[in-house]
């Protein structure tokens, strides 16, 4: 197989990071006789820096233009004062925009190795956690009008909630075809006992079920689900929602996970063509030191795989490196604990590149 990956270096760390996710997926394709070609694409404050703009047209381009983007990260703080048109998150905002990524996806995923890690009980953690979040991204309250305006003398603050049948539709879809490539259970998020936008959120994903026949639906009120991530996140395999309802559950299920820097995600839209990230920042405390955990970026390139390029046993072999790492004991600075071996962010990528077998 031959795809073109958009490869944005971006900011802080993000070159580190990167650097190793590529060394992976290069003994991948000569493990199983792909060819990815990598394309440089300038974004963030190093954009800002070359061209004054965080994201040219012509950079753009080039990642619509490919078959997926790998992003390390943005940002920093020597561009805290340029405008705001000129701030480098502005580009990530715009090349989602540009991609059309409407969803966001985040797995919430404890590895043994690591359970330590999590603020969660051991009783609890034992059961295993491994589900993702399907975040709507586009649309709903933050995408409605915004205003505040006197009514009956007092400022009034309003902002609308959208939703209408079509984009409940394809983020449903997304929601399936996501559970359909793992353990066939989706549970639909909403607030149905008082939205009408929820009501509709809950109709259209019963209507959709009766295409996936072998994905189990089933219903749970926002609230309930907050109470459910901490008290018994094993039950959960996808989990699909509106925009702002995700972005405050995927939030809370990263926490109980323990560790940023393990975290990947990925942004589909209408096509095949993602856009994946690990969900941390640029680090700017730890850029250039070589102390930043690179599988966050790695777990996100094995997603592309899997989601974008339909390679899953690809994916799996990375996915069973980085476990035969931390088996080994390997552990960077954010995640090292007492008995382990400390590494660098380089010997990481390098460690996990070696483990790499086919499966
Ligand atoms: P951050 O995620 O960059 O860092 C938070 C803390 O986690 C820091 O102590 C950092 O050292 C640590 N950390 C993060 N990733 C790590 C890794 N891979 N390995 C080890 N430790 C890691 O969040 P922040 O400090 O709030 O933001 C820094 C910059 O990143 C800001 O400019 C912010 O706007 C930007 N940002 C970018 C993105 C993106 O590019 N998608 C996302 C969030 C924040």
Redesign the pocket.
């Known amino acids: 197989m031959v795809k073109n990956i958009a490869v944005i270096r971006?900011d802080?760390?993000?070159p580190e990071?990167v650097e190793q996710a590529l060394k992976v997926l290069n003994k991948v394709a000569k493990a199983y006789g792909h060819t990815f070609n990598y394309t440089d694409v300038d974004m963030?404050g190093c954009a800002v820096d070359k061209y004054g703009d965080p994201l040219p047209e012509a950079e753009l381009k080039k990642c619509v233009e490919s078959d997926s983007v790998l992003?390390?990260?943005?940002?920093?703080?020597k561009?805290n004062d340029v405008p705001g048109y000129m701030r480098?998150?502005k580009g990530?905002l715009r090349l989602r925009a540009g991609m059309g990524v409407y969803s966001n996806n985040r797995p919430a995923k404890i590895w043994k190795q690591l359970a330590d890690a999590s603020p969660l009980k051991k009783s609890i953690v034992d059961k295993g956690i491994n589900f993702i979040i399907v975040r709507e991204l586009i649309g709903g309250i933050y995408f409605g009008e915004h205003k505040t305006e006197e009514v009956d003398g007092k400022p009034t603050a309003i902002d609308i909630l959208t939703y209408n049948e079509e984009e409940i539709e394809r983020i449903g879809r997304i929601g399936f075809e996501t559970a359909r490539k793992r353990n066939k259970k989706l549970c639909s998020v909403e607030k149905s006992n008082v939205l009408d936008s929820s009501r509709l959120w809950k109709k259209v994903m019963h209507k959709l079920a009766d295409e996936y026949p072998d994905v189990e639906l089933s219903d749970m009120l926002v609230d309930n689900c907050a109470m459910q991530i901490v008290k018994n996140p094993s039950q959960f395999d996808v989990v699909v929602t509106e925009n702002m309802f995700g972005d405050i559950l995927s939030d809370e299920a990263s926490m109980i996970t323990g560790s940023?820097?393990m975290i990947p995600s990925s942004s589909l839209g209408a096509t095949t063509c993602g856009l994946y990230?690990?969900?941390?920042?640029?680090?700017?405390?730890?850029a250039g030191r070589d102390?930043?955990?690179?599988i966050?970026t790695i777990l996100s390139a094995a997603m592309m795989l899997r989601y974008s390029f339909d390679l899953d046993e690809e994916a799996d072999a990375i996915e069973n490196a980085v476990s035969a790492y931390l088996d080994a004991g390997y552990r960077?600075?954010?995640i090292m604990s007492d008995g382990m071996t400390q590494v660098g962010c380089e010997k990481c990528g390098d460690l996990v590149t070696e483990n790499l077998r086919k499966v």
Do not use: M, R
């Open positions: 971006g802080g760390i993000g990071i963030g992003l390390g990260a943005v940002g920093g703080n561009w480098p998150e990530l940023i820097g990230e690990p969900i941390h920042g640029s680090a700017p405390d730890i102390l930043a955990n690179p966050g960077t600075a954010d």
